[in-house]
């Protein structure tokens, strides 16, 4: 029992929701030791403390000597707790059971991920591009496709077809119209769960609709662009009404490919499903031109597949290039998110010289005459 740990150990544990700048949000476990205590007592709890309690709490010197990190999503252990003043100090953090870097939050069990179906429309590229960066985590990935209301039953049955040949069994709703809102609600429950995607689709509705109590700034579809506007600035997690907590991130459009390339292909659902019967000739195959190789093929992404793995080819050997510092290559970002490698120039050979070097050239060149 909690109860019995505070007593032994004096101990209150919490998660962190949030981080800002130098100090973190906790929220201590609603039937925590001392907060048991005080109901027992019969002693009133501080009116301006909400329930389950919330602290903004410093990390003890010890945890940054040592270099330990506080992520959103942590289990800490809350040292000194001031309820009157609603403060607290992070004495410990927990063994993580799952890290994300980017976003950075600790111990998700899963990544909710939301897409419009139109406006702005749904784009098999760069949905194929989070769904990949989403498996790369080893978390399980539940799909949502929003705006259902906008489209014919037949072409969501188009979708949801074509989808499924991707290894994916979507979600259609709507947070307009509130269509199966409470069906994603129930794969939430009791798991905290990121959500991400891109901008403009409805995340920020979604959540609002699953927390009534909060209300997120929305933003609007750029019709220039048939892009959304993101609008969440950090990282936080929101309680649930059904248990569980949800991560919102901010938005991005073209998340990196900084993977393994020989990892990538396991990140296709169709490609594991072939790798699972049989057996590539080369065990370092990377499945474009090697002979006898089993994933090459006419599955749908296929071409996907070929174009990330150029790109996590090129994130690895700018990598290694950035350890070699006597690289003679430079990474050039080419916009839409291609980028490629250009050989660097001697930069004392082919700099501009400076005005004030030249003036001091020809002062010297002066005093040489006379």
Known sequence: ?????????????????????????????????????????????????????????????????????????????????????????????????????????????????????????????????????????????????????????????????????????PIFISVKDGINTEQAARYLSNKITVIAGPSGVGKSSLINTLIDSLQLRVGEVSGKLARGRHTTRHIELFELPSGGMLADTPGFNQPDMDCNPEELIRYFPEARKRLAIASCRFSDCLHRDEPECVVRGDWERYEHYLEFLDAAIAHETHLHQQADPESTLKLKS?????????????????????????????????????
Do not use: H
């Not at 925590?32 to 903004?56: F, S, T």
């Not at 707790?81 to 994300?100: C, F, H, K, T």
């Not at 490629?340 to 060149?365: A, G, N």
């Open 1 to 169: 029992m909690i109860g019995e740990n505070f007593a032994a150990t004096g101990q209150l544990l919490g998660t962190v929701v949030a981080v800002q700048a130098n100090f973190y949000r906790v929220q201590l476990d609603q039937e925590d030791g001392e907060m048991r205590e005080i109901k027992e007592m019969g002693e009133q709890e501080p009116p301006d403390l909400p329930y389950p309690p919330l602290l903004l709490c410093t990390r003890r010197t010890r945890l940054k000597k040592i270099g330990q990190q506080v992520m959103v999503g942590d289990r800490v252990v809350v040292e000194e707790p001031d309820w009157a003043g609603g403060r607290g100090a992070i004495a410990e953090v927990l063994p993580r059971q799952s890290e994300l870097d980017r976003p950075a939050i600790a111990n998700v069990n899963q990544i909710l991920l939301v897409f419009a179906v139109a406006d702005p429309p749904l784009e098999p590229y760069q949905l194929s591009r989070f769904l990949i960066k989403a498996e790369s985590t080893g978390l399980d990935v539940l799909l949502c496709l929003n705006k259902s209301d906008l489209i014919s039953p037949q072409s969501q049955q188009q979708i949801s077809d074509r989808l499924l040949g991707w290894g994916y069994q």
């Open 334 to 370: 080419k916009g839409k998110g291609q980028s490629e490698y250009e050989p660097k120039l001697e930069s004392k050979k082919y700099r501009r010289i400076s005005r004030k070097t030249q003036l001091q050239d020809l002062q010297e060149l002066y005093r040489d005459e006379e």
